[in-house]
Nanobody, 120 residues
């Protein structure tokens, strides 16, 4: 499956953004889907995931602020980010995998990412 993320941008503290990730060449229906992010000089980290059984998981710092969702009919993954903070600044990647894990190394397919910058 090929993934294309979009929706990033530059916003101020407290603003919201919605990221989208569209899959092509194959349905995402049977994959566990996740959002990950990587800031300069840091390792890629888990943000949120929604598995094929629709269970959702969130990294602690984004709980209550971010909401992940998927629409299998539209082959789309979304991430609604509210109350953005400067520490959320990173490049955000969507990914698909078959393993039951939130470890980025267990995900098989990755998009190129979309940049989110939050200014204070």
């Amino acid at each position: 499956v090929q993934l294309q993320a979009s929706g990033g941008g530059t916003v101020h503290t407290g603003d919201s953004l919605r990221l989208s990730c569209v899959g092509s060449r194959r349905t995402i229906k049977y994959y566990n889907m996740g959002w990950f992010r990587q800031a300069p000089g840091k390792e890629r980290e888990f943000v949120a995931s929604v598995w094929s059984n629709m269970y959702t998981y969130y990294e602690d710092s984004v709980k209550g602020r971010f909401t992940i969702s998927r629409d299998n009919d539209k082959n789309t993954l979304s991430l609604l980010m509210n109350n953005l903070q400067p520490e959320d600044t990173a490049r955000y990647y969507c990914a698909a995998g078959s393993a039951v894990s939130n470890d980025p190394s267990r995900y098989d397919y990755w998009g190129l990412g979309t940049q989110v910058t939050v200014s204070s």
